[in-house]
C-alpha cells in the first residue's frame, strides 16, 4: 500500500498538459473508470462520493479541511462516504479503530482528531505502522467516548465482521492502492496523485482545489440520466 508522494510526483512531471482541464476532465487524463463498477448506496437522484483514506497518510491529513468544506458544500447532492485502507492486511488496528468509531456513529465526529493524534504517533514512531495497543489507546482516550462502550463495539461481531472484509472490497471490488483516492457514483475514480501527473500544480493546495473541481464534474456526470 502505499500514500501518495506529491514532491516525487511533481519533480517528474513531464510538459505534456498544457490542455488538462480540472474543469472538464477526460477519462484516461485526470480520471478513470472502474472495470467492473460498484452498486451506488445513493437513493435517487443523489451521487454515492467515497474517499478511500489512511489516517496515518499525511496527504489525507492535509486533505481533510479542504474535502470537509467541498463536502458540506455539496448539501443533499451527494451521500459522502468513507472507507478506510486496511494497511497491514485483514487484522489493521487503524481499519479496526475506523470502523469501530463509524459502528458507534463518530467516526465523521473524531475524523480531524484522529488524523492529529496519529500523525504525531508516526512523527514521534518515524513510522507508519502502528500497533494495535497505540491504536486503542488512540480510540479509548479521545474525549468523549466512553471506553467500556468503545471496547464492547471493537470487540463486537459485527465490527469484526466488517473488518474481516474489508481488504477484499478495497483491492478486488475497487481496486484502490493508494490514498486518497475518490471514487464518485461507483465508478468513477480520480486522486490528487493523478492529478499531478496532469497538470502543472506543485501547490498542494491547489492540486487539491483541482482534483475536486474533476470530482465536481464527475458528480455532475453521475447526475445524468443513466
Given at each position: 500500500m502505499r500514500s501518495l508522494r506529491f514532491a516525487l510526483l511533481a519533480a517528474s512531471l513531464v510538459v505534456?498538459?498544457?490542455f488538462a482541464s480540472p474543469t472538464d476532465p477526460k477519462q484516461g487524463v485526470e480520471?478513470?473508470?472502474?472495470?467492473?463498477?460498484q452498486p451506488s448506496q445513493a437513493a435517487g437522484n443523489k451521487v454515492e462520493v467515497i474517499e478511500f483514506f489512511m489516517y496515518h497518510c499525511p496527504y489525507c491529513h492535509?486533505?481533510?479541511p479542504t474535502l470537509e468544506q467541498w463536502v458540506k458544500k455539496q448539501g443533499d447532492h451527494i451521500v459522502f462516504k468513507r472507507i478506510h485502507i486496511p494497511y497491514q492486511g485483514p487484522n489493521d488496528p487503524e481499519t479496526h479503530l475506523f470502523l469501530t468509531l463509524q459502528a458507534m456513529g463518530k467516526s465523521e465526529a473524531y475524523q480531524a482528531?484522529?488524523?492529529d493524534v496519529v500523525g504525531d504517533i508516526v512523527t514521534r514512531k518515524r513510522s507508519e505502522t502502528l500497533t494495535e495497543q497505540e491504536v486503542l489507546d488512540v480510540g479509548t482516550k479521545l474525549p468523549g467516548i466512553d471506553k467500556a462502550k468503545f471496547m464492547e463495539t471493537w470487540n463486537s461481531f459485527g465490527v469484526k465482521t466488517m473488518l474481516s472484509r474489508q481488504a477484499a472490497i478495497v483491492s478486488n471490488n475497487y481496486k484502490v492502492d493508494s490514498t486518497p483516492t475518490i471514487i464518485v457514483d461507483g465508478k468513477y475514480v480520480t486522486s490528487p496523485g493523478q492529478m499531478s501527473a496532469s497538470t502543472h500544480s506543485r501547490n498542494q493546495q491547489q492540486l487539491f482545489k483541482e482534483t475536486l473541481q474533476v470530482v465536481d464534474a464527475l458528480v455532475a456526470k453521475g447526475h445524468k440520466p443513466k
Open positions: 505534456t498538459t498544457a480520471y478513470t473508470v472502474l472495470s467492473a463498477p492535509a486533505l481533510e482528531k484522529v488524523f
